[in-house]
């Protein structure tokens, strides 16, 4: 989880730039086929709910934008660790295919 919170906190996401911006490319693409939606959730003091869509014209901040996403990637990414965690043959496969990674790189 702390992986993809940094990864998204620091990814490009510049205010109102639509297009390639890899943070609504993952919402787009990602998200919303899973979901069907993706809701910002700010303050009421902030607006209250937002969607992505508000992005363009600068009504949703990149911060409050990449906090949403992190929740909803980490949120898709829980049953695949938890998979990995509770299935011993899926976490065998996964640390012999890491070491095969790692041992290419050494190479």
């Known amino acids: 989880?702390?992986?993809?919170?940094?990864?998204i906190k620091e990814a490009y996401?510049?205010?109102?730039?639509?297009?390639g911006n890899p943070c609504l490319e993952y919402i787009k693409y990602i998200i919303i086929p899973g979901y069907n939606k993706?809701?910002?959730e700010c303050s009421e003091a902030n607006g209250g709910e937002k969607t992505y869509k508000s992005y363009r014209d600068g009504n949703l901040h990149p911060g409050d934008l990449k906090s949403?996403?992190?929740?909803a990637i980490n949120k898709i990414l829980l049953s695949v660790r938890d998979h990995f965690n509770n299935n011993?043959?899926?976490n065998d496969l996964l640390k012999r295919a890491c070491e095969g990674?790692?041992?290419s790189y050494c190479a």
């Open 13 to 19: 996401c510049p205010p109102k730039l639509v297009e």
């Open 88 to 90: 011993a043959d899926a």
């Open 101 to 103: 990674i790692i041992n």
């Open 38 to 40: 993706f809701v910002v």
């Open 1 to 7: 989880m702390a992986e993809v919170n940094v990864k």
């Open 68 to 71: 949403s996403l992190s929740k």
